[in-house]
């Protein structure tokens, strides 16, 4: 069997094996709104290529240092969970964001510190076009 044909076969025997790349949703610019409970919001604009996981992780936290984890990221039904654990920085977090074709809108809960401190904060994101050129 030559290789393009096995890898067609694998395609065809484990669909889901390749689920996370299909498209969540619609691929293009989306504007991004973000902030902390009680501070002002911010906004930016991100370009999804192809409107699938990879893209919409851009809009997870970022954690700084090695000693954490990338943290679980996984698809439940039209919503995008990610979950980190990280004990050696006295760190976790969490976000749920619910998916819609042309909106996505969220919160993430980040906890740190002994005693423990949580901070809330709450994500939108609307599609507003095709991406600018590069």
């Not at 890898?7 to 498209?23: N, Y």
């Amino acid at each position: 069997m030559r290789p393009l044909q096995a890898f067609l076969l694998l395609l065809l025997v484990s669909p889901g094996l390749f689920a996370q790349e299909r498209e969540l949703v619609r691929p293009g610019e989306w504007e991004v709104k973000s902030g902390t409970e009680g501070q002002p919001m911010i906004g930016y604009r991100l370009c999804f290529r192809y409107g699938n996981q990879a893209d919409v992780a851009q809009l997870l936290p970022r954690v700084q240092g090695s000693a954490c984890p990338p943290g679980n990221l996984r698809r439940d039904g039209d919503e995008l969970v990610w979950e980190l654990a990280c004990p050696a920085a006295q760190l976790s977090a969490g976000a749920r964001y619910a998916l819609r074709t042309e909106l996505i809108e969220g919160r993430i809960v980040v906890s740190s510190g002994t005693p423990s401190v949580a901070h809330n904060s709450t994500i939108s994101a609307r599609y507003v076009g095709a991406c600018g050129k590069d």
